[in-house]
C-alpha cells in the first residue's frame, strides 16, 4: 500500500458506548463508500493517537448509519483501545474509491490542475487547495500573494481535462 494513493474519507475523534465502538464522520461525497466487511485505513491525526505516524488496515464488522455514524471493527472489542486509536483519518485506496464513484470526478482530482483564463488563454497557476462552504467548494488557485479563489460552479469552470491536467475557468471581474 502506497500512502500517496490513499484518500481521506472521513474521520473519527470520539468513541461511542464502552464496547469497542466508534463515531465516524464521512464527507458528504463518500457516505455511501462503507459497509459492513470494508476494509479500510486509519492514519492517526496527532501524537495522541497510538496509530500517528502510520497507516493500519481495518475490517468493518458493522455500521450504523443514523444522526450519526457508529462502527464496530473487527477484532476491537474494548474502549481503552478506541481511545488510544483516536483521532484518526479513515483513508479509502484511490483503486477503491474510482471503482464506487466511476467516471465521477473527486475534489482531490482537482490539485496540481494547470488553471488557464477562459477568455485569454493565459496560465493563471496550478489549483493547491479546495475547501467546501455550505453553498459550494471553492479552488484556491495560484501562490503566495498571486493566490485567487472561485467557485467550482458552471459559470466560472468552464472546462476540466484530467488528460491534459488543465481547468479552464473565468476570473472574476474583481482580479
Known sequence: MNERNLIEIGYC?????????????????????????????????????????????????KINFGHKIMVKLKNIDNRNVVEAMIPFSILLERTVIDELHEGEMLLEDYIGLEAIEFETNKKLGKV??????????????????????IPVVEHFVKLVDLEENKIIVLVPELF
Open 128 to 149: 493547491t487547495n479546495y475547501y467546501e462552504t455550505t453553498a459550494q467548494v471553492i479552488l484556491v488557485i495560484g501562490t503566495g500573494e498571486d493566490t485567487f479563489e
Open 13 to 61: 475523534s470520539k468513541p461511542h458506548g464502552i464496547k469497542g465502538e466508534f463515531t465516524f464522520v464521512i464527507y458528504e461525497e463518500f457516505e455511501d463508500d462503507l459497509a459492513n466487511g470494508s476494509l479500510f485505513y486509519a492514519k492517526g491525526k496527532s501524537e495522541r493517537s497510538n496509530l500517528h505516524n502510520k497507516s493500519e488496515e481495518f475490517e468493518i464488522e
